[in-house]
Protein backbone atom coordinates (compact mmCIF):
# COMPACT_ATOMS: atom_id res chain seq x y z
CA UNK A 1 0.00 0.00 0.00
CA UNK A 2 1.35 3.35 -1.15
CA UNK A 3 1.33 6.20 1.85
CA UNK A 4 1.87 9.80 1.47
CA UNK A 5 2.12 13.17 3.41
CA UNK A 6 2.08 16.54 1.61
CA UNK A 7 3.64 19.19 2.69
CA UNK A 8 4.75 22.91 1.78
CA UNK A 9 7.65 21.98 3.32
CA UNK A 10 10.96 20.44 1.42
CA UNK A 11 13.41 19.11 3.79
CA UNK A 12 11.67 16.65 6.09
CA UNK A 13 14.22 14.03 6.90
CA UNK A 14 12.01 12.70 9.96
CA UNK A 15 8.30 12.79 10.57
CA UNK A 16 8.26 12.69 14.05
CA UNK A 17 4.84 12.01 15.87
CA UNK A 18 2.95 15.08 17.26
CA UNK A 19 -0.24 15.69 19.01
CA UNK A 20 -2.99 17.81 17.11
CA UNK A 21 -6.08 19.62 17.39
CA UNK A 22 -5.95 18.84 21.85
CA UNK A 23 -5.53 14.92 21.12
CA UNK A 24 -3.37 13.05 23.61
CA UNK A 25 -2.11 10.88 21.15
CA UNK A 26 1.10 11.79 19.17
CA UNK A 27 0.71 11.00 15.79
CA UNK A 28 2.79 11.02 12.05
CA UNK A 29 -0.56 11.20 9.77
CA UNK A 30 -0.28 9.86 6.66
CA UNK A 31 -3.27 9.56 3.20
CA UNK A 32 -3.28 6.63 1.26
CA UNK A 33 -3.24 6.72 -2.85
CA UNK A 34 -7.05 7.15 -3.24
CA UNK A 35 -7.47 10.29 -1.11
CA UNK A 36 -3.92 11.81 -2.02
CA UNK A 37 -6.33 14.09 -4.48
CA UNK A 38 -7.68 15.63 -1.07
CA UNK A 39 -4.11 16.94 -0.19
CA UNK A 40 -2.85 18.64 -3.18
CA UNK A 41 -3.76 21.85 -2.65
CA UNK A 42 -1.64 24.39 -0.09
CA UNK A 43 -1.89 22.92 3.70
CA UNK A 44 -4.25 25.72 5.06
CA UNK A 45 -6.60 25.88 2.07
CA UNK A 46 -10.29 24.85 3.11
CA UNK A 47 -11.88 22.34 0.79
CA UNK A 48 -14.96 20.08 0.24
CA UNK A 49 -14.08 16.64 -0.99
CA UNK A 50 -16.71 13.83 -2.04
CA UNK A 51 -16.93 10.67 -4.26
CA UNK A 52 -19.37 8.46 -4.77
CA UNK A 53 -18.97 5.06 -1.93
CA UNK A 54 -21.54 1.87 -1.78
CA UNK A 55 -24.26 3.73 0.11
CA UNK A 56 -24.36 7.09 -2.32
CA UNK A 57 -27.77 7.01 -4.46
CA UNK A 58 -28.01 7.46 -8.21
CA UNK A 59 -29.85 11.08 -7.54
CA UNK A 60 -27.02 12.29 -5.29
CA UNK A 61 -23.81 10.92 -7.75
CA UNK A 62 -25.64 12.59 -10.83
CA UNK A 63 -26.25 15.89 -9.10
CA UNK A 64 -23.10 16.18 -7.55
CA UNK A 65 -20.24 14.24 -9.41
CA UNK A 66 -21.81 14.17 -12.84
CA UNK A 67 -19.13 12.30 -15.01
CA UNK A 68 -16.43 12.92 -12.23
CA UNK A 69 -15.09 10.66 -10.20
CA UNK A 70 -14.58 12.97 -7.50
CA UNK A 71 -14.58 16.11 -6.81
CA UNK A 72 -12.06 18.84 -4.83
CA UNK A 73 -13.74 22.19 -4.46
CA UNK A 74 -12.05 25.05 -2.99
CA UNK A 75 -12.89 28.57 -2.71
CA UNK A 76 -12.01 30.92 -5.54
CA UNK A 77 -9.52 32.97 -2.91
CA UNK A 78 -7.11 30.62 -2.91
CA UNK A 79 -6.98 29.37 -6.25
CA UNK A 80 -3.88 31.61 -6.83
CA UNK A 81 -1.69 30.10 -3.86
CA UNK A 82 -2.85 26.69 -5.67
CA UNK A 83 -1.25 27.92 -8.53
CA UNK A 84 1.80 29.24 -6.84
CA UNK A 85 2.91 26.92 -4.13
CA UNK A 86 4.95 23.97 -4.91
CA UNK A 87 3.77 20.60 -2.37
CA UNK A 88 6.17 17.99 -1.50
CA UNK A 89 4.75 14.66 -1.61
CA UNK A 90 6.45 12.67 0.39
CA UNK A 91 6.09 8.63 0.05
CA UNK A 92 5.77 6.97 3.44
CA UNK A 93 6.62 2.99 4.16
CA UNK A 94 3.62 1.42 5.71
CA UNK A 95 5.34 -0.59 8.19
CA UNK A 96 4.20 1.22 11.21
CA UNK A 97 0.90 2.84 10.34
CA UNK A 98 -2.29 1.55 10.87
CA UNK A 99 -6.09 3.05 9.43
CA UNK A 100 -7.30 5.25 11.56
CA UNK A 101 -9.98 6.48 9.23
CA UNK A 102 -11.19 4.48 6.15
CA UNK A 103 -13.16 7.28 4.25
CA UNK A 104 -10.82 9.59 4.58
CA UNK A 105 -8.17 7.19 4.21
CA UNK A 106 -6.25 8.33 6.97
CA UNK A 107 -3.47 6.79 8.17
CA UNK A 108 -1.47 6.55 11.62
CA UNK A 109 1.58 5.89 13.34
CA UNK A 110 3.04 6.68 16.64
CA UNK A 111 6.61 6.28 15.79
CA UNK A 112 8.82 8.35 13.83
CA UNK A 113 8.56 7.72 10.46
CA UNK A 114 11.61 8.50 7.85
CA UNK A 115 10.06 9.23 4.39
CA UNK A 116 11.65 6.76 1.35
CA UNK A 117 11.53 9.47 -1.49
CA UNK A 118 9.87 12.98 -1.88
CA UNK A 119 8.53 14.84 -5.20
CA UNK A 120 8.25 18.03 -6.03
CA UNK A 121 4.97 19.17 -7.36
CA UNK A 122 4.74 22.51 -9.56
CA UNK A 123 1.83 22.19 -10.45
CA UNK A 124 -0.83 21.10 -7.99
CA UNK A 125 -3.70 22.28 -10.45
CA UNK A 126 -2.57 19.57 -13.52
CA UNK A 127 -1.44 16.78 -10.03
CA UNK A 128 -5.20 16.91 -9.40
CA UNK A 129 -6.54 16.95 -12.69
CA UNK A 130 -4.25 14.18 -13.56
CA UNK A 131 -6.19 11.62 -10.88
CA UNK A 132 -8.81 11.84 -12.87
CA UNK A 133 -10.62 14.53 -10.36
CA UNK A 134 -12.53 17.54 -10.69
CA UNK A 135 -11.78 20.53 -9.41
CA UNK A 136 -14.11 22.84 -8.67
CA UNK A 137 -13.41 26.87 -7.62
CA UNK A 138 -16.14 28.47 -6.20
CA UNK A 139 -17.04 31.76 -4.71
CA UNK A 140 -18.33 30.37 -1.23
CA UNK A 141 -17.81 26.91 0.11
CA UNK A 142 -20.65 27.00 2.19
CA UNK A 143 -23.73 25.85 -0.16
CA UNK A 144 -21.84 22.77 -1.59
CA UNK A 145 -20.50 22.14 2.10
CA UNK A 146 -23.78 21.31 3.50
CA UNK A 147 -25.31 19.87 0.36
CA UNK A 148 -22.42 17.58 0.32
CA UNK A 149 -23.23 17.04 4.20
CA UNK A 150 -26.61 16.07 3.71
CA UNK A 151 -26.54 13.48 0.51
CA UNK A 152 -25.63 10.24 0.70
CA UNK A 153 -21.79 10.76 -0.59
CA UNK A 154 -17.99 10.22 1.08
CA UNK A 155 -16.82 13.43 2.05
CA UNK A 156 -14.32 15.13 3.72
CA UNK A 157 -14.02 18.68 4.91
CA UNK A 158 -10.76 20.01 5.83
CA UNK A 159 -9.52 23.50 7.47
CA UNK A 160 -12.84 24.61 7.57
CA UNK A 161 -11.78 27.04 9.95
CA UNK A 162 -10.05 29.11 7.31
CA UNK A 163 -13.42 29.11 4.83
CA UNK A 164 -15.04 32.60 4.44
CA UNK A 165 -18.00 33.38 5.95
CA UNK A 166 -21.36 32.28 4.58
CA UNK A 167 -22.98 34.34 2.11
CA UNK A 168 -25.46 36.76 2.93
Same mark, same amino acid.
Given at each position: ?????????????????????????????????????????????????????????? +???? !???? %???????? $????? =?? /???????????????????????????????????? +???? !???? %???????? $????? =?? /????????????????????????????
Amino acid at each position: MALFHVSQEPNIEVFEPRRIDGSDDALVWAVDDARLRNYLVPRECPRVTFFAGPHTSV +VDRE !RFLG %SSVAVVAI $EAAWF =PD /LQSSPLFCYHLPDDDFVSYDETAGYFVSRTAVKPVS +VECI !RDPV %SAILQRGV $ELRIL =PN /LWSLRNAVMGSTLEFSIIRWRNAAPPCA
